[in-house]
């Protein structure tokens, strides 16, 4: 099972910017879609970002213009990059790839704190 390392979340103000990074331990071949969740204290994990294998993008409106997903296909790494943070940001991010060809396969990190402070 490949699993997925998520890093460069920490502490912030509000207004200020984080970039999170997420790279997969292990083989990883045929990336179908790789996502951003985030789950805060109290709520369901929702979808925040994802970018297909074909570098189509897409966001949660909350985030729309404020957040930038983008991987580095040759590294298989996948980014967040969140500008104009808000308290209500604040969660637990998780990387999530589905892949193998037609999504067979799914794997997910275990998360990293993004903390928003007004």
């Known amino acids: 099972q490949v699993q997925l390392v998520e890093s460069g979340g920490g502490l912030v103000q509000a207004g200020g910017s984080l970039r999170l990074s997420c790279v997969p331990h292990?083989?990883?071949?045929?990336?179908?879609?790789m996502n951003w969740y985030r789950q805060a204290p109290g709520k369901q994990r929702e979808l925040v970002a994802s970018?297909?294998?074909?570098?189509?993008?897409d966001y949660t409106d909350s985030v729309k213009g404020r957040f930038t997903i983008s991987r580095d296909n040759a590294k298989d790494t996948l980014y967040l990059q969140m500008n104009g943070l808000k308290p209500e940001d604040t969660a637990v991010y998780f990387c999530?790839?589905?892949?193998?060809?037609?999504?067979?396969?799914?794997?997910w990190g275990q998360g990293t704190q993004v903390t928003v402070s007004s």
């Open positions: 999530n790839a589905k892949w193998g060809g037609n999504s067979v396969f799914d794997s």
């Open positions: 292990g083989v990883i071949f045929r990336i179908n879609v």
């Open positions: 970018v297909t294998e074909h570098g189509v993008t």
